[in-house]
């Protein structure tokens, strides 16, 4: 990407009323950034959906002004802008209609791997999650994933922790410019992230640190990656807002479960019982589901022995394993009972280790 491409791109970026969709739309219309800041405003008007209210703040010339100071900053501390046009641009957030024409990234980030995932839940994380979040990335290593979070308290700084116990690349997108660290106390961590991995923002160094950064920071974690995976959450929280992105992409999305009486898994219990996430119940759950493969194959999955299945949970069990795997609404069908009572019980058969989620709502006998 070009200075001037840059300076333009950041001016328009910088433009109040246009968001990246809009802006997005400018580009391909007229064929750049630079082209759009130097269209007429008639012709532009001319574009569907761009009406005189979005372009009011267009040609103000502070834009390219303000573009030059950040592109001092951008020079001055050696950071990478990606231009969602460029070959640079992560592959899997050009996918996203709302993915930032602008992307800016410092360290190491290599993001050439097809196994990405990103790992959010609570901020207030229990020891519980910590050992599961921990045993999961120790699991996963050697499939050699990079692991994504945002940097932040709790969930994601285990994740991130883990990653690079284990050696593997990790990625914290970040709610503000990369000139700020937060929280302060996670300014320890920021050399080894950076050798391992780097940080990716679409925030200026100008821009006010904001609790709201954090929302628009999410369609960034869940755009990266193939699968997000929540951890713990509570009722409502920013991991929610996370998997709902995520799930807006046709990306997968894992939950773990926990007792019903655990404040902090309320979140993933419902994720799961609304059928928006898969169960977690083993980490071997994961290259499973997204089909990775090793080199030497992986111990298969242990299920539980001496399971007990009531009358209903064996009709469903005796037709998985006669017939294969199957739709939801095709098991409640063959087996007589109302689609909600079938998932019922196939939720049910998940925790006791018995059937297994697949894409697509399909089902099979572990």
Same mark, same amino acid.
């Given at each position: 990407?070009?200075?001037?491409?840059?300076?333009?791109?950041?001016?328009? *970026?910088?433009?109040?009323?246009?968001?990246?969709?809009?802006?997005?739309?400018?580009?391909?219309?007229?064929?750049?950034?630079?082209?759009?800041?130097?269209?007429? #405003?008639?012709?532009?008007?001319?574009?569907? @959906?761009?009406?005189?209210?979005?372009?009011?703040?267009?040609?103000?010339?502070?834009?390219?002004?303000?573009?030059?100071?950040?592109?001092?900053?951008?020079?001055?501390?050696?950071?990478?802008?990606?231009?969602?046009?460029?070959?640079?641009?992560?592959? #899997?957030?050009?996918?996203?209609?709302? @993915?930032?024409?602008?992307? $800016?990234?410092?360290?190491?980030?290599?993001?050439?791997?097809?196994?990405?995932?990103?790992?959010?839940?609570?901020?207030?994380?229990?020891?519980?999650?910590?050992?599961?979040?921990?045993?999961?990335?120790?699991?996963?290593?050697? $499939?050699?994933?990079?692991?994504?979070? @945002?940097?932040?308290?709790?969930?994601?700084?285990?994740?991130?922790?883990?990653?690079?116990?284990?050696?593997?690349?990790?990625?914290?997108?970040?709610?503000?410019?990369?000139?700020?660290?937060?929280?302060? %106390?996670?300014?320890?961590?920021?050399?080894? %992230?950076?050798?391992?991995?780097?940080?990716?923002?679409?925030?200026?160094?100008?821009?006010? $640190?904001?609790?709201?950064?954090?929302?628009?920071?999410?369609?960034?974690?869940?755009?990266?990656?193939?699968?997000?995976?929540?951890?713990?959450?509570?009722?409502?929280?920013? /991991?929610?807002?996370?998997?709902?992105?995520? /799930?807006?992409?046709?990306?997968?999305? $894992?939950?773990?479960?926990?007792?019903?009486?655990?404040?902090? /898994?309320?979140?993933?219990?419902?994720?799961?019982?609304?059928?928006?996430?898969?169960?977690?119940?083993?980490?071997?759950?994961?290259?499973?589901?997204?089909?990775?493969?090793?080199?030497?194959?992986?111990?298969?999955? *242990?299920?539980?022995?001496?399971?007990?299945?009531? /009358?209903?949970?064996?009709?469903?069990?005796?037709?998985?394993?006669?017939?294969?795997?199957?739709?939801?609404?095709?098991?409640?069908? #063959?087996?007589?009972?109302?689609?909600?009572?079938?998932?019922?019980?196939?939720?049910?058969?998940?925790?006791?280790?018995?059937?297994?989620?697949?894409? @697509?709502?399909?089902?099979?006998?572990?």
């Amino acid at each position: 990407m070009t200075d001037m491409n840059l300076l333009y791109a950041l001016a328009l *970026q910088n433009v109040s009323k246009i968001g990246d969709i809009t802006a997005k739309k400018l580009i391909r219309h007229c064929g750049s950034p630079e082209a759009v800041l130097k269209e007429k #405003k008639h012709n532009l008007l001319k574009i569907d @959906g761009i009406g005189s209210i979005v372009i009011s703040d267009l040609y103000n010339k502070k834009h390219l002004s303000v573009a030059e100071q950040e592109i001092k900053f951008i020079n001055d501390n050696d950071i990478v802008c990606h231009y969602f046009m460029d070959t640079s641009y992560p592959e #899997k957030l050009k996918h996203c209609v709302d @993915g930032p024409i602008v992307l $800016f990234q410092s360290g190491n980030v290599n993001l050439k791997s097809r196994r990405i995932i990103s790992i959010v839940g609570a901020r207030k994380i229990t020891t519980h999650g910590i050992v599961q979040c921990e045993k999961l990335i120790e699991y996963l290593a050697p $499939f050699n994933p990079i692991i994504i979070s @945002g940097f932040a308290y709790g969930t994601d700084i285990t994740a991130h922790k883990a990653a690079l116990k284990n050696k593997l690349q990790t990625i914290g997108c970040l709610a503000h410019g990369l000139n700020q660290v937060y929280p302060k %106390v996670h300014k320890k961590y920021v050399a080894d %992230v950076e050798h391992h991995g780097g940080f990716l923002t679409d925030f200026w160094s100008t821009d006010t $640190f904001d609790r709201t950064n954090f929302l628009k920071r999410n369609r960034i974690i869940a755009g990266l990656s193939e699968a997000t995976i929540i951890i713990e959450s509570a009722e409502k929280g920013g /991991s929610l807002v996370t998997a709902d992105i995520a /799930s807006s992409y046709n990306r997968e999305v $894992f939950a773990i479960p926990g007792r019903i009486t655990d404040s902090q /898994s309320v979140g993933c219990n419902n994720l799961i019982k609304v059928q928006q996430a898969h169960l977690l119940s083993t980490p071997a759950d994961v290259p499973y589901i997204l089909n990775w493969e090793l080199e030497n194959n992986i111990k298969p999955i *242990q299920k539980q022995l001496f399971v007990e299945l009531d /009358s209903e949970e064996k009709v469903i069990y005796s037709f998985l394993k006669t017939h294969g795997k199957e739709l939801l609404d095709g098991i409640a069908l #063959k087996c007589n009972m109302p689609t909600f009572r079938a998932a019922s019980l196939l939720l049910n058969m998940e925790l006791k280790g018995v059937v297994r989620p697949l894409p @697509g709502k399909y089902f099979e006998v572990i």
